[in-house]
T-cell receptor, first 113, second 113 residues
Framework: GESVGLHLPTLSVQEGDNSIINCAYSNSASDYFIWYKQESGKGPQFIIDIRSNMDKRQGQRVTVLLNKTVKHLSLQIAATQPGDSAVYFCAENLSGGSYIPTFGRGTSLIVHP | DSGVTQTPKHLITATGQRVTLRCSPRSGDLSVYWYQQSLDQGLQFLIHYYNGEERAKGNILERFSAQQFPDLHSELNLSSLELGDSALYFC????????????FGPGTRLTVL
């Protein structure tokens, strides 16, 4: 598959464990945040988003937490499965309604069976 | 399969040349977004079109241009190519404009020799 980046932070977990992927964003004026998953050889895939008026949002097996005080975003994956192995990116978008996102470098999640 | 198609899948060309990348959005989607993903810069937003009109620009070089046609497909034109333009170029589409879940295509791998 295609490599999406060198020297990415890597998180290795066992199947069934919970995973937490962290992201520090840069701009306190950002009001919309997105997590993407990118499997080897494929384009990014939307996972979950959150607006700055929320601290937490849950999806199917995933939860995003937003801490605006320290400009930190996390993605929690429950009962991690081998199919969750991928690179995970966070993106921040400045307020104003236009979509002009800035992406983090990503974290590589490796799930061992 | 996201429903977004991109052609070609791979493109190899020489410095100084010009290439055109093509994207067909999901049926019914009015917005098209272009991204560049390189090993050193990560994923970067380039430009957004909605229903034929440019809506937002990101880190797009002046040597690059894009357009969205009446049938909603989009083309990204890259000219005076440099070695550093070698990257994966992704197109994504969404139903509306602004903040919305996006669906990414499989990407075009551009190699500039």
């Amino acid at each position: 598959g295609e490599s999406v980046g060198l020297h990415l932070p890597t998180l290795s977990v066992q199947e069934g464990d919970n995973s937490i992927i962290n992201c520090a964003y840069s701009n306190s004026a950002s009001d919309y945040f997105i997590w993407y998953k990118q499997e080897s050889g494929k384009g990014p895939q939307f996972i979950i988003d959150i607006r700055s008026n929320m601290d937490k949002r849950q999806g199917q097996r995933v939860t995003v937490l937003l801490n605006k005080t320290v400009k930190h975003l996390s993605l929690q994956i429950a009962a991690t499965q081998p199919g969750d192995s991928a690179v995970y990116f966070c993106a921040e978008n400045l307020s104003g309604g236009s979509y002009i996102p800035t992406f983090g470098r990503g974290t590589s999640l490796i799930v061992h069976p | 399969d996201s429903g977004v198609t991109q052609t070609p899948k791979h493109l190899i060309t020489a410095t100084g040349q010009r290439v055109t990348l093509r994207c067909s959005p999901r049926s019914g989607d009015l917005s098209v977004y272009w991204y560049q993903q390189s090993l050193d810069q990560g994923l970067q937003f380039l430009i957004h079109y909605y229903n034929g009109e440019e809506r937002a620009k990101g880190n797009i070089l002046e040597r690059f241009s894009a357009q969205q046609f009446p049938d909603l497909h989009s083309e990204l034109n890259l000219s005076s190519l440099e070695l550093g333009d070698s990257a994966l170029y992704f197109c994504a589409s969404s139903p509306r404009t602004g903040i919305d879940e996006q669906f990414f295509g499989p990407g075009t791998r551009l190699t500039v020799l």
